[in-house]
């Protein structure tokens, strides 16, 4: 029996115990209700979700084509439309996931206006944008299996494939799907980190992602002027959000260990080691340093440490920071990458100024040597100009290999001149094989591009106000954008039930039954898309 029908049963049963208090509740009418919402609370999504991630780690782990996949959402009603078009075009949410970007919330949802990806917006919009993308999907869930049961009453009357229609309702494949969260540097100390964890895990989220900038210094990941902190105060706030899901009973979580020391040369913390060759030791060996010979050495308020045997002073800027020695950033990646592992991260994220599948492959097999299953979250950044980046790697590549390329100015290889040359091609088809060959030769499980809908939005819109209040007038909005929903499919066309009309009009009538005052009648203009 399936559990829409174990449902169905359950209540019926309820409302006979009611001895007619009930007779205004239809049992199968409770059941679709309790089918349309799955997900009572952000935990149970949490714990779902959570599910999702562990097997497809572990189907990953197995055959490397098996990777996942996300885009940055920042908005409930673009991660709803995401995951409609996912199923319409691919049938399936399986390895799909959403992806929330700390600098979309701050450049997009922060009540100051927009701001930089620098922690300054408020921690609680970061649950509140969780909250509302499960809001969305959920919603999603609702309409879709709100059509469903519409094509079973129909069938039902009029001696329908009853069956195949009700094998659609039993198998039915949710639009809730895993998100990977951004907390930033948990905004704030490891107590900051773990409160803010817990909202965040409550309101859905199975995956955070944390990162080892220090949090009141914090910088994009593409911008200059990061700031790392000593391992020890990573691993405390690693620890403080495997408590959070602990605590709320998502034993499964999903922890994302970022690192940006492959573009941060500074440390605002020399942390104290205890012994040789500890974590702080290793830590403060890539600090840049001068001996000390003598006091004459040292200027007032320097700091003085002991190593191999030597009094040195680090190097100190005027701003307090300290900074690590030239070049150290690959060797302080991997160290960050496997203390992380090997302390209670899951999965691992490296902050990189372009995309090279090489210089991430050299990194991950180089942390694979001491944490052989180590696998990669890795941002398909929009910070990166990928059409330069792979113009480039190509270029460089034939160069090795001796071909001609006179016809090429390596310089100017953005240039619209070059767009459809053999070298542009070429180009392109790298980029297209991006994910599969990252995944394959440099360990990546997950592959995400944090503000696509960003860049989406802005470029729609452009392309529409061109139009619009050029000579197009009218026909720009009806060409570009109506038209193309309808040729396409796309259900929000019909924008009236995409926000939940056809959705009231079906519980008015369960609560009101023949005197339910409903929206989708014979002068609803939606109906003019009935084509």
């Not at 452009?462 to 009218?474: I, K, P, R, S, V």
């Not at 009806?478 to 924008?495: D, I, N, P, S, T």
Request: with cysteine.
């Amino acid at each position: 029996m399936s559990q829409y029908q174990q449902d169905i049963d359950t209540i019926a049963t309820l409302k006979a115990a009611q001895k007619g208090a009930w007779e205004g509740i239809n049992p199968e009418y409770a059941a679709r209700m309790m089918a349309q919402n799955q997900f009572k609370t952000g935990l149970d999504i949490a714990k779902y979700t959570a599910g999702i991630m562990r097997r497809d780690m572990a189907e990953y782990d197995a055959d490397s084509a098996s990777y996942t996949q996300s885009l940055g959402c920042w908005h409930g009603f673009v991660g709803q439309q995401k995951m409609l078009s996912i199923k319409k075009h691919h049938g399936t949410t399986n390895k799909r996931y959403l992806y929330l970007s700390g600098w979309m919330v701050a450049a997009l949802r922060s009540e100051f206006g927009p701001l930089p990806d620098q922690s300054m917006h408020e921690k609680t919009s970061v649950p509140a944008l969780i909250e509302e993308l499960y809001t969305f999907l959920r919603q999603a869930d609702a309409r879709e299996l709100g059509d469903l049961f519409k094509q079973l009453d129909a069938a039902k009357a009029n001696n329908g494939d009853v069956a195949a229609i009700q094998a659609k309702i039993d198998n039915f494949e949710t639009h809730v799907v895993p998100i990977i969260a951004d907390i930033d540097a948990g905004f704030g100390n490891e107590e900051a980190t773990y409160l803010l964890a817990k909202k965040m895990i409550e309101a859905g989220a199975c995956c955070i992602q944390i990162e080892n900038q220090v949090s009141d210094a914090k910088q994009c990941g593409h911008q200059d002027g990061k700031v790392t902190v000593p391992h020890e105060d990573f691993l405390a706030k690693i620890n403080a959000v495997r408590y959070a899901f602990l605590e709320l009973g998502v034993d499964d979580g999903v922890i994302v260990a970022r690192t940006d020391s492959l573009g941060a040369g500074l440390t605002q913390k020399i942390p104290v080691s205890k012994e040789p060759g500890d974590l702080a030791s290793q830590y403060n060996a890539f600090l840049e340093t001068s001996d000390v010979n003598s006091t004459d050495d040292l200027d007032e308020g320097d700091v003085v440490l002991k190593q191999n045997g030597k009094l040195v002073k680090p190097v100190r800027l005027p701003n307090g920071l300290f900074k690590f020695r030239d070049n150290t950033g690959f060797d302080r990646v991997v160290l960050d990458c496997i203390v992380s592992l090997q302390r209670g991260a899951d999965l691992l994220w490296i902050e990189t100024e372009k995309p090279h599948v090489q210089q991430i492959a050299d990194m991950v097999n180089a942390i694979r040597k001491e944490v052989p299953d180590a696998k990669l979250v890795y941002n398909n950044s929009p910070s990166f100009n990928w059409t330069l980046n792979f113009r480039q790697q190509v270029f460089d590549q034939w160069q090795e290999e001796g071909k001609d390329l006179s016809g090429y100015d390596r310089d100017k290889l953005m240039s619209v001149d070059y767009d459809s040359s053999e070298l542009a091609i070429a180009a392109d088809e790298k980029i297209q094989n991006f994910q599969r060959d990252a995944s394959r030769e440099a360990g990546i499980f997950h592959h995400l591009i944090t503000l696509p809908t960003y860049h989406t939005a802005a470029l729609s819109t452009d392309d529409l106000a061109q139009g619009y209040f050029g000579e197009e007038g009218m026909l720009a909005y009806v060409r570009g954008v109506q038209r193309r929903e309808l040729r396409g499919g796309l259900a929000c066309v019909k924008h009236q039930a995409m926000a939940g009309s056809d959705l009231g009009d079906t519980h008015k009538e369960y609560f009101s039954g023949e005197a339910a005052l409903k929206a989708a009648g014979e002068d609803n203009t939606m109906n003019q898309f009935d084509v």
